[in-house]
């Protein structure tokens, strides 16, 4: 489960909120995409079966509650789920040197794989109008330096929310490549109600601590996260090794201004091992339980006074898989054959804080995925898991869980100007 949302049954990178309980569980769905002149679109829906999940024990419920300030609350679905859903759908204008898209869409920010601690796909899509542009503007006189610049900038509505309810969210990442080595780049995001334009504003040129636990009054400037990343190519080694880091930072102008108040995720990743060319290797840490937050009982990171729902879609965490006064370690190896045909092997392990979870509660698990084309526009894969948790306030009983599933993926050739998976 995801260590930062008790609603929460899974917690990884590339889930787009869907539901998973003990048993069987299956996702079929399709994708089709298509262009004309500057018109352009996406789709893609899907049929999920989801098994129960067990509810809390009342203790656990009001446990809580207590913590995040709101109703006794449980698990993110107890009853068998059979739905029918939206993931990314949307349309895109390209104008000039921007593309206006509208729909509902997923944002991956961050240089990481096991998940960004600003904006990641683990939570369901949001609908929103982007504005981005697709190739990199060039800077003109002494500002050329910080070529190629990339924009994105969004405003969505939220799902699933309560504490308020349906409040908006609205954020921007600004990014540069110096360099051939060097990418780096701040990104904000702010959660506010009411939605209008002075609320809107009020939030996007405040920094500091919100004096106000109202959402909407005359002092609230909303639920704001900053962000910055970077990702470097060793010198002489720019084929081989590859350093970056991912730092969020709640309220503050920026994690580097605050790194010992923010959420970090550094990593490093080998493109290929010497002497084996084919496997690359790749390793990250998270933590959002530096002293400075230590002692915060899970209100900091990812938590705010007035929108207790935090930064959640649905349910489903927004930001990184560590949560809130965590830490962590994910490892991963794999082996390419060709493009299309691998082996991968990961490991997992966090911890969080007792100062959060009454007793703490930790997890580790290990994982081996395949992928391989049986034939061209048709592949193959597989998956097998072995989880061991404890999380003592939740269940007495820790224990271990295997999940192994199989994905078939297949791409019709159609004509010219639309593909369909």
Known sequence: RCLSDWSSDVCSSDLFGRLYGPGSNVVSGASAWGSKGSVAFYLRGEYQHAAALAPYAQQVQQMIGSIDV??????IHTTVVDRFRLLD????????TLQISAGRQSLWWGPGAGGPTNMSDNAEPLDMVRVTNPSPWRQPGFLHWLVPLRLDTFLGLMAGHHYPALPAIDGQKISFKPTQNLEFGFSRTIVFRPITTRMFLRGFSSFGDNKSTTPGSATDVGDRRSGFDFSYRIPGLRNWLVLYNDGMADDETSPLAYPQMSLMNPGIYLPQIPGVPKLDF????????????????????YYNGAYHD????????LGSWVGREGHGLQLWVTYWFTPRNSVQAGYRKAHVDRDFIPSGGGIWDFFIRTTFQLRPGMEIGTFLQYEQWSFPILSPLSGPNTVASIEFTYRPELRKGLNVR
Do not use: C, I
């Open 70 to 75: 709101t109703p006794p609350q449980d698990p």
């Open 89 to 96: 759908a949307y349309v895109a204008w390209n104008f000039k």
């Open 282 to 301: 790749r390793a990250e840490m998270a933590w959002s339980d530096p002293p400075a937050l230590s002692n915060r009982a899970g209100k900091y990171v």
């Open 310 to 317: 935090a930064y959640t879609n649905d349910g489903h965490l």
